[in-house]
């Protein structure tokens, strides 16, 4: 597996996701909805639980047109920074 992209400090986001809890694929098709709620260029965070995620979300992102800033691992989970295409 490739070294997880790490976010950088001071992201201005525009929407959280708390997907905390679910297991794959909710994380991801709940990402799907929300991203669709913002304006291209913004930033959304995804809170997640789900160990797939970590390659799910990057994944989707390059196939999707829209820019994986980084994930940072929080205290019991995960924040995934998604710039809106």
Same mark, same amino acid.
Do not use: Q
């Given at each position: 597996m490739s070294e997880?992209? /790490?976010?950088p400090d001071g /992201? *201005?986001?525009?929407?959280?996701? $708390?997907?905390?809890?679910? @297991? #794959?694929p909710m994380p991801l098709l709940r990402t799907k909805k929300e991203i669709g709620k913002i304006n291209s260029g913004e930033v959304? &965070?995804?809170?997640?639980? *789900?160990?797939? @995620? &970590?390659? *799910? /979300?990057? %994944?989707? #992102?390059? &196939? @999707? %047109?829209?820019e994986f800033l980084g994930l940072? $691992?929080? $205290? %019991?989970?995960t924040s995934f920074f998604i710039k809106k295409g």
């Amino acid at each position: 597996m490739s070294e997880a992209k /790490i976010a950088p400090d001071g /992201i *201005d986001v525009a929407a959280v996701l $708390d997907a905390k809890g679910l @297991s #794959c694929p909710m994380p991801l098709l709940r990402t799907k909805k929300e991203i669709g709620k913002i304006n291209s260029g913004e930033v959304l &965070r995804v809170e997640g639980t *789900d160990p797939g @995620s &970590r390659n *799910d /979300i990057p %994944g989707w #992102c390059e &196939r @999707s %047109g829209h820019e994986f800033l980084g994930l940072k $691992d929080e $205290d %019991g989970y995960t924040s995934f920074f998604i710039k809106k295409g």
